[in-house]
C-alpha cells in the first residue's frame, strides 16, 4: 500500500511517452515494449541514485529505446519533415533536461515533443 512515489511516477510518465511514440511509429510490438521495460528499469536505478533527475527521464528513456532499436530495427523514429533524400532518424534534445524534443538535425528543426510524435507525423502510414 505504498503511495506512488515521484520517482514511480516520474518513471510511469517516461514510460507512457515512450510508448505512445512508439505506437505512432508502429513498432509497439511486444518484444519493443519489452525493450522500454529494460530501460525503465535501468533508469529507476539511476533515478535512485539522483533524484534531481525525475524531469530527465522520459529523454533518457527515449534515447535508450532509440538506441536498442537501431541495433535490433533499424532508426527510429524516422523523420517526418524532410520528405526527400535518404531516411533519418530524430534525435533526443536535449540529451540530458527536462523537456525532451525529437528533433531533425538535417532540417534543424524541432518535429515534436517526445510523447506527441504521432500529431507531429499527422497519422500518416508509411507502408
Ligand atoms: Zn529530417
Redesign the pocket.
Known sequence: MDPISPLEQALHAARALVLADLVAGQVAEADVVSLVEESVVERRWWLEQWPDGADYVAGLVAQDVQDALLERYGRWPL?P??GAGDP?ALDVEPELGPDPHWV?H??GVKVASVGTLGSATGGKSSS
Open positions: 523523420c519533415v524532410c533519418h531533425c538535417k532540417a
